[in-house]
């Protein structure tokens, strides 16, 4: 599920796009009538005709009702007989369910999630510049022969993450309605440039496809956004709101952030209460599991531990490597 803004967005994208094809189709039936005035002397007699119609229906006249039907059938088909030499003028919507209105008895259609699904990627990727983070350029052989093997496992392991990723226990098309357990969480630990953040990001990437909104950003970030909002004493809670409860949110660098008593409540609050609702949360983090417990106080890091899948990552720092 993508923040309202985006599918807000893909409605008025339908309507303008649908908006350019009215005008369009407008033009070409003035033209039309234009050339055969007698179309807008049908129109209007069919406009009369409509509400004499309805009145002989109440009063139960049938031979009147009969008379008037005949007339306006009459009509549409003298009118439909003048329009078949414009067999290019018809109104073509891009979704024929809704008629580009981007709604179909007061929900959104199917369209308006195809949209947002390419306006959230769009977005997701403009702001954090992730494209080339993906499963397939992730490359193994920068990893000692040591530690190869296990890099490879986890690398399975998350990119079938990725791939079955689901949240309120079903998946999108893949599971047709059968339940299934929604996706854990998972805590990628180990030192600088081993391919945390690229596997954090290649997650993003497929989960985005899949129609999931996903909230990306470094613990910096995304806590001082909230502290921020927090001391603005309004009445706005957006962002603390997204960070509870967007479908999938990756922290990356826990420990690196500018700490205060305040991100040591959220950091709580936001792990402890994505827990409760089921909502997958992704961390990297530089720090050990000592490390965390000091910084992060026991209860911190004992919910982390007792509900993350931890994947260690070894080797050296593949961004020296690549230079």
């Not at 967005?9 to 649908?18: G, L, M, P, T, Y």
Request: charged share 30%; with cysteine.
């Amino acid at each position: 599920m993508y923040k309202k803004a985006v599918y807000e967005k893909a409605v008025d994208e339908i309507v303008k796009n649908a908006k350019h094809k009215k005008a369009l189709y407008n033009e070409q039936k003035l033209n039309i009538y234009k050339e055969n005035p007698e179309l807008s002397e049908i129109d209007e007699i069919l406009l009369a005709l409509g509400p004499k119609i309805g009145l002989a229906a109440i009063s139960g006249n049938k031979k009147l009702l009969t008379e008037y039907k005949e007339k306006a059938k009459a009509l549409s088909d003298k009118k439909e007989a003048v329009l078949k030499k414009y067999p290019d003028f018809k109104m073509v919507y891009n979704c024929k369910k809704c008629e580009d209105t981007g709604y179909i008895n007061g929900a959104y259609c199917f369209c308006v999630y195809e949209k947002a699904k390419q306006i959230a990627k769009e977005e997701f990727l403009a702001e954090n510049c992730c494209e080339e983070f993906t499963f397939e350029n992730f490359d193994l052989k920068y990893y000692p022969e040591t530690v190869r093997a296990g890099v490879t496992k986890i690398f399975e392991f998350v990119k079938n993450y990725a791939l079955n990723f689901n949240t309120f226990g079903k998946n999108s098309k893949e599971s047709q309605g059968k339940s299934s357990a929604p996706s854990g969480n998972l805590l990628f630990m180990g030192g600088t440039g081993l391919g945390k953040t690229h596997l954090s990001l290649s997650i993003a990437n497929v989960v985005i496809n899949k129609g999931y909104g996903v909230l990306y950003g470094s613990a910096d970030n995304l806590l001082r956004g909230a502290e921020k909002e927090y001391f603005s004493f309004s009445n706005n809670s957006e962002k603390t709101d997204e960070l509870l409860n967007t479908d999938l949110l990756i922290i990356d660098d826990l420990g690196a952030e500018f700490k205060t008593k305040y991100t040591q409540s959220i950091v709580y609050n936001v792990i402890n209460t994505r827990i409760l609702k089921k909502k997958p949360t992704v961390i990297s983090t530089n720090l050990t599991i000592d490390e965390l417990e000091e910084i992060y106080t026991p209860r911190i890091a004992s919910r982390i531990i007792g509900n993350f899948t931890v994947k260690e990552l070894r080797g050296e720092d593949i961004r020296q490597l690549k230079l």
